[in-house]
Nanobody
């Protein structure tokens, strides 16, 4: 059983920054690729960023590349999403997710589709005003 709890969401003006945190339980956290997804009202869940178990490889959606940074601290069982230059289009509920059953046992691997992830947090709201 893996439990994920997101925090750090809130209301911010366009151009501002937020840092989301995802605290994870479970001894095997350090072996799980992790990801961030978001879902706007009435929209589909979309990929935002992912990070390999080692933290050495990161992947981003084109819409956030250059503005968002995913990182992890395995000693703290926490994954982060630093969001800079926020836009109103970034408004959504943000979810972190863990892949407890990796497709590949490679240090560089992280999935980028929601169905590849096994555990999800409850989400944290990010609202960007124009």
């Amino acid at each position: 059983q893996v439990q994920l709890v997101e925090s750090g969401g809130g209301l911010v003006q366009a151009g501002g920054s937020l840092r989301l945190s995802c605290a994870a339980s479970g001894r095997a956290f350090s072996s799980y690729p992790m990801g961030w997804f978001r879902q706007a009202p009435g929209g589909e869940r979309e990929f935002v960023a992912a990070i390999s178990w080692s933290g050495g490889n990161t992947y981003y959606a084109d819409s956030v590349k250059g503005r968002f940074t995913i990182s992890r601290d395995n000693a703290k069982n926490t994954v982060y999403l630093q969001m800079n230059t926020l836009k109103p289009e970034d408004t959504a509920v943000y979810y972190c997710a863990a892949d407890a059953t990796p497709t590949y046992f490679l240090s560089a691997y992280a999935p980028r589709t929601a169905t590849d992830f096994d555990f999800w947090g409850q989400g944290t709201q990010v609202t960007v005003s124009s």
